[in-house]
């Protein structure tokens, strides 16, 4: 960290903050310029709290130098991350497809949904039991009886199951029925439930916040991370922005950055990422050459009966066309699907 | 709800939509324009979900003409809410000040603190037992240990206590300490946390998501509402914007339309809104200017050594001082302070 | 435009608002719903300003039904427009690519890049003349000798030549130079600008102000159309976030989103959009598989000397790498580059 | 400037940014910590290119120590700027309140307007003679013809003018008519019409972009200053967000953040800052108690039948009121108007 001080910061100041900072078990360096004085410090391996510093008298603003993340980060763990779900290898040459409707409304839709995506060559089949719904008069999910309707279709087909899980209590209930957590993005520093997954025995697929940077996104994967799961998945989908157009901004340079920051495996929403079917084809495509491990798309087979996002759901017809137009661009950047 | 079609959609279309609409029990109204069809929507007191309209064919997008909120909007209930706790009244004439530290370190500093803002005319005291902290290494509260210290101080000031509850199964442990149950802006979508404090007899002190809306701030309020708990306070504590210089940008004008909005009272933090102290006193002015109902000020003895947001702490001097420029502009708005 | 009254409009603010509109010489239908009364306006093909009617006793909001640009609209024109420069067709089946430095700095150094960028593949020359620069002590750009540098790289390499103009009065200066006249984002909404480029008679490559919106741009586009330029050229370069890593938030929805709502062709610009030349390929990448018409690429021979946007410039070498990268992308849908 | 090299930066690549700031006329200053290596930059009174740093080999990013504003900071000119515009005075101890119509329709319009807010108390007349429109088909103002009735109206009763002007070569003409030119939020970044109003004999009011950051619009200023042109007043107008209820959102923290650093006077203007009538008031109320030393505020004798921006302006009446609301809060910081 490095402190800079005000314009007209006494030598009583500068002394003072390099007291602190030596109290907290710290070395300075101390650089005067014409108009400025810096203090750099050299840390004990601990996080300083920069607020601390800011307080004090004749302190401008503090620089940090070092990234917060550390198991998340590239520099601890050079090489990328990759793991095997019942055979589907996440973070490897093969891009993953979880497809699925957004929530689980009845045997039928979930097992018609599951055998359509199936055969157009998805994964993982998605599905939500639990619902975070803005609105409390709406369908809030199928709970435990979505759970096993997701179980089922997963007998009947052979993909992996993803869902979503907004209380650490159930998760649990959750991780016995489920092949990957989902964390939601309104749930992305839900601390109490980014701790309980760290400690589940489940991979967690982590999406990021409409309103947090990829700072926090990483700090919210390190959270999992020291809890003891190491199998995280990050995925894009979407910030919120002026645009009223879309329902959120896809940031297509998260993926490269994300991949460079860390080694975690970066999957991208393009469904939530856009709110609009119409768009999902051509964010996915883009999110596929930009370098993503993984896509996420809704996709429901009636979709103007879907009881939540049905503006934003593929038919299984388009989703097939989808996934033949996403080959040849995996196999441009050296890739399969 | 009105549907608005595409130029070009054909009869089928339109018959199709109004037939799903009639379907879910709502009467249509269909007027042609020379370049669009509009079918209006009569409803049947149940809210419609508009992706599944707007995922029809033939449809350009829908338009919801009612607000999403009823027990937290002004139309259903006319009056101000007001509600009295341990005597002090929230939403009355008199502005109510909450003040104390970030998060609970001692327990000499938060009697040390509680003494020194009831001395300036604070009416409750404000401390963090439970933290929400971005880096899994930053201190996390002293949990417990924490509600006991504010609870000492409440015997000995005499001030009610508010504190953060971040979990839904710690609602009854902090309900058994604190007088007013805050959720904190990360969780203001945590809706598993909004079902339980909409279960506690406490009332509630809710805080505006950092990326949330003024609808999306009142259907939070909703679900508390909608769980039987009436006594809900709505706080603006700033957004999330491109602008770096301050940590939020304080969103002034959320006061007067939640104010018109809402029946509920609406308080505003200007601690986590600038995220500077040198800010806090221009900016509550501002807010009780406005017409806030109350404020919540972060002060600390030593902010220098404060364990969490030292920068937008306030000395206990300077907070009296506050106090005293905050009584004319209390006044001017014809209320005391 | 639709008129939603308030709940408790009257039958005389009803009328008023309906007498208004028919005055104003278009026909009201008035619809009364249980708890809101609802006018909807069948024009007379000029646009109504809704600010005039949302003022009105009773009134709380109005929608407007149809998009407000016309000319750039596909409903207006459904074919995609295309257009030669030079030789170079935009808006074709090709994509095209736009390279070079982000200032003109000296003749050595746009002779270099020109060659090396043709060499590469690129179709058009880019460069700046007039810089529109934050600081007023910054390089504000070599002014008409940058375009007569620009002018005679494009006579050694036959590329034709992009550069930005700043000044109504300055068109016809750098029309003398330039194929393409570019308007940058910090001047999308200076309306004189649009007029006088809307009046000369090159092509015109827009960009999306950092903070505007879709419709924004559609309208800016729309100012050059109706001023009789018809060869307008619309380039998605990043808008303003709260995400500090980028430069700006590239919007890669407004690629597949553009296309649909507009005829007009559609270019992405990963090197202001990120802003940091790690980042460029794999986002130009993207953008080609979103389905861009083009790219506008900053290279530089030797970036770090650059006296602007060093880092978010190309060497060359990597800049052919680039090139080689996009060509299978552009295969896979269906493209050449 | 502060250089922070990457973990793994080479002793060389240390040596050639050491060499490379060197030849640019700086000292340097190495520190090398146990992960980084930080280069500290002693300057040499000229701005460094941030970028052209950024993108040598090794270097991870640079952090800028002083802020790129120097005749409009207040370390530069610690005294508050004030100057008289015909008796007028601006960043005195009176709150300025400058009103009138958004557009100038008609001459009796004006001068109604000119004669109500005279006689609530205005201290000068603000109305648009040509006004920046998103859309080419809206009313783009009377152009001279509106400054020759803004005159009249100064005529009769004896307010100053403010009006914008929208092109560098129209600002002889609106100078020869208006007693203070306006730069309107989307021409912040006209760098054109900022020069050309530097060497105006008027002085500015500048408004901030809706995109633009407190930084931005300091160094706009900067422009202004150092053209020569010492006369310049600050204006917070309100900044884009996602949030759709209110046109913009008013950045209240930015008054006192401005006075604390720049010596210029800032003014709000609450009617563009919320784009509701309803909120004027509280708004205008705040920013008088945030220590605003102006407001600007719309008037209009019949907002719904005005040409544009209807829905914010006020009343006369309403305007009045709002007048005598705003002496209490005045007094109380210390102020008259």
Same mark, same amino acid.
């Given at each position: 960290?490095?402190?800079?001080?005000?314009? !007209?910061?006494?030598?009583?100041?500068?002394?003072?903050?390099?007291?602190?900072?030596?109290?907290?078990?710290?070395?300075?360096?101390?650089?005067?310029?014409?108009?400025?004085?810096?203090?750099?410090?050299?840390? %004990?391996?601990?996080?300083?709290?920069?607020?601390?510093?800011?307080?004090?008298?004749?302190?401008?603003?503090?620089?940090?130098?070092?990234?917060?993340?550390?198991?998340?980060?590239?520099?601890?763990?050079?090489?990328?991350?990759?793991?095997?779900? #019942?055979?589907? *290898?996440?973070? !490897?040459?093969?891009?993953?497809?979880?497809?699925?409707?957004?929530? *689980?409304?009845?045997?039928?839709? *979930?097992?018609?949904?599951?055998?359509?995506?199936?055969? $157009?060559?998805?994964?993982?089949?998605?599905?939500?039991?639990?619902?975070?719904?803005?609105?409390? =008069?709406?369908?809030?999910?199928?709970?435990?009886?979505?759970?096993?309707?997701?179980?089922?279709?997963?007998?009947?087909?052979?993909?992996? *199951?993803?869902?979503?899980?907004?209380?650490?209590? @159930?998760?649990?209930?959750?991780?016995?029925? $489920? #092949?990957? @957590?989902?964390?939601?993005?309104?749930?992305?520093?839900? =601390?109490?439930?980014?701790?309980?997954? !760290?400690?589940?025995?489940?991979?967690?697929?982590?999406?990021?916040?409409?309103?947090?940077?990829?700072?926090?996104?990483?700090?919210?994967?390190? =959270?999992?991370?020291?809890?003891? %799961?190491?199998?995280?998945? @990050?995925?894009?989908?979407?910030?919120?922005?002026?645009?009223? =157009?879309?329902? %959120?901004?896809? #940031?297509?340079?998260?993926?490269?950055?994300?991949?460079?920051?860390?080694?975690?495996?970066?999957?991208? #929403?393009?469904?939530?990422?856009?709110?609009?079917?119409?768009?999902?084809?051509?964010?996915?495509? $883009?999110?596929?050459?930009?370098?993503?491990?993984?896509?996420?798309?809704?996709?429901?087979?009636?979709?103007?009966?879907?009881?939540?996002?049905?503006?934003?759901?593929?038919?299984?017809?388009?989703?097939?066309?989808?996934?033949? %137009?996403?080959?040849?661009?995996?196999?441009?950047?050296?890739?399969?699907?």
């Amino acid at each position: 960290m490095i402190v800079i001080m005000k314009p !007209g910061a006494s030598r009583g100041d500068v002394d003072g903050v390099a007291a602190r900072i030596q109290q907290l078990g710290c070395t300075t360096h101390i650089s005067e310029g014409q108009e400025r004085t810096i203090i750099g410090i050299i840390g %004990n391996g601990r996080p300083l709290d920069r607020e601390q510093i800011e307080r004090m008298s004749g302190v401008e603003r503090t620089v940090p130098i070092l990234r917060p993340f550390k198991l998340a980060s590239r520099d601890f763990h050079p090489d990328d991350t990759s793991f095997s779900i #019942d055979g589907v *290898v996440i973070g !490897g040459v093969q891009v993953i497809v979880m497809a699925g409707p957004c929530a *689980v409304e009845s045997r039928d839709q *979930v097992l018609e949904t599951a055998h359509a995506v199936r055969a $157009a060559g998805a994964h993982v089949l998605r599905g939500g039991a639990f619902k975070p719904r803005t609105s409390p =008069y709406s369908f809030q999910g199928l709970g435990e009886e979505g759970l096993r309707l997701l179980a089922a279709a997963r007998d009947e087909t052979g993909l992996p *199951v993803v869902t979503e899980v907004m209380e650490p209590q @159930l998760v649990p209930l959750v991780a016995a029925f $489920a #092949d990957i @957590l989902q964390v939601g993005a309104r749930n992305m520093q839900n =601390y109490a439930l980014l701790h309980a997954v !760290g400690e589940a025995q489940r991979p967690v697929l982590l999406k990021r916040g409409m309103m947090c940077t990829i700072e926090e996104l990483l700090m919210a994967a390190e =959270y999992i991370l020291s809890h003891g %799961n190491h199998r995280v998945i @990050l995925c894009e989908r979407g910030i919120r922005t002026f645009e009223p =157009y879309t329902r %959120n901004t896809l #940031d297509i340079s998260a993926v490269p950055l994300l991949k460079q920051l860390s080694h975690l495996p970066v999957i991208v #929403d393009p469904s939530h990422g856009t709110g609009k079917w119409e768009l999902v084809e051509a964010v996915s495509r $883009a999110a596929v050459a930009a370098g993503a491990d993984g896509l996420m798309i809704e996709v429901h087979p009636r979709p103007e009966q879907a009881v939540s996002d049905g503006a934003q759901s593929l038919k299984p017809a388009r989703f097939a066309e989808l996934m033949r %137009n996403l080959r040849p661009i995996a196999a441009a950047v050296g890739r399969s699907l």
